[in-house]
C-alpha cells in the first residue's frame, strides 16, 4: 500500500478508498473479481480515480493489487486483470451465496483464481472447501512454526503462498515468526472477524513489519516517541545486508 501510494503520488488512505470503491464495484458487477472485460479507464472510472487511467492500472498490477504473477515475478498470461487474493475479500459472501444452489459457480471463480472447489469429507454434503489445485501442499517446517502462533487459522494454503514470497523478498524466518508472536499478543482481545487473514498480514502492504518491535497497545502503539518503528527497523536491516 505504502510503495503504491508513492508511485502515484496520493497518501495511503486515499488509495485505499480507490481501492475500495473498485472492490465495492466489482462485487455488484464482477463478483468473480475477474475485471478483464473492462477497460484500464472503466477500472480507473470504478474506483473514482480520475487521472491517468492506464498508468493507474499498471501500477496496480505492479504493486500486486491486480494480477498474479509466476516464480520469476511476470504476470501470469490471463491473470492481468484479476483483483489479486480476491477471495480474501469475497469469497465467505460468495460461498454463503451459491455453495448451496449453485456449487458449479464457485468452481469457476476459485478456478478463475487458480483454486478449486472440492465436496469436504466432513460436515454435511453442501459444505465445500477449496485447496489450491495442487492436490496436497508440503508446508516448510518454519511456516508451521509461524501458523501455530499466527492467531487466525484460515486459508491456510494461501497465507503459506504469501509467506514463501515475503521470504523470496528478503525477510528471515526469525523475523516472521517475531512479529507473528507480538501480532498474535495484539489480537488477544480482538474480535477473530477483525484479526488479519495469515495471507493479508504477509500481503504486499507488509502490515507484519509494523510488530517487529513488539505488539502494539491500541491508542499507544508499540514504540514511542523517538523509537523506530518495526518498518524503519526492517528497512535497516536490508540495507546491512545489501551493504554486505
Not at 488512505?13 to 466489482?26: K, M, R
Not at 504473477?69 to 477471495?87: A, V, Y
Not at 451465496?97 to 458449479?104: A, G, M, T
Request: net charge positive; hydrophobic share 35%; glycine share 10%.
Amino acid at each position: 500500500m505504502i510503495e503504491l501510494a508513492k508511485d502515484i503520488r496520493l497518501r495511503p488512505v486515499y488509495v485505499l478508498g480507490h481501492l475500495h470503491v473498485l472492490w465495492h464495484a466489482a462485487l455488484e458487477m464482477q463478483e468473480d473479481g475477474d475485471l478483464s472485460s473492462w477497460s484500464d479507464f472503466v477500472i480507473a472510472e470504478k474506483s473514482d480515480y480520475h487521472a491517468d487511467a492506464p498508468k493507474y492500472v499498471s501500477l496496480l498490477q505492479k504493486h500486486g493489487w491486480l494480477g498474479y504473477r509466476d516464480s520469476d515475478k511476470n504476470l501470469l498470461p490471463g491473470s492481468e486483470k484479476l483483483i489479486h487474493d480476491w477471495l480474501e475479500y469475497a469469497g465467505g459472501y460468495l460461498k454463503s451465496k451459491y455453495r448451496v444452489n449453485n456449487p458449479q459457480k464457485l468452481q469457476i471463480i476459485w478456478g478463475k483464481h487458480g483454486l478449486t472447489f472440492r465436496p469436504s469429507k466432513d460436515g454435511p454434503p453442501n459444505r465445500l472447501s477449496y485447496l489450491p489445485n495442487q492436490d496436497r501442499v508440503s508446508y516448510s517446517e518454519e511456516f508451521e512454526k509461524f501458523w501455530i502462533h499466527y492467531p487466525r487459522k484460515i486459508e491456510k494454503q494461501m497465507a503459506y503462498r504469501k509467506y514463501q514470497a515475503t521470504r523470496k523478498r528478503g525477510a528471515t524466518a526469525a523475523l516472521l515468526l517475531t512479529a507473528c508472536q507480538n501480532y498474535a499478543v495484539s489480537a488477544e482481545k480482538t474480535e477473530e472477524g477483525f484479526i488479519k487473514h495469515g495471507a493479508t498480514f504477509l500481503g504486499p502492504a507488509e502490515p507484519w513489519r509494523d510488530y517487529l518491535l513488539g505488539p502494539r497497545i491500541p491508542g499507544g502503539g508499540s514504540g514511542g516517541k523517538g523509537k523506530p518503528t518495526g518498518g524503519e527497523v526492517y528497512r535497516k536491516l536490508m540495507e546491512t545486508k545489501l551493504e554486505k
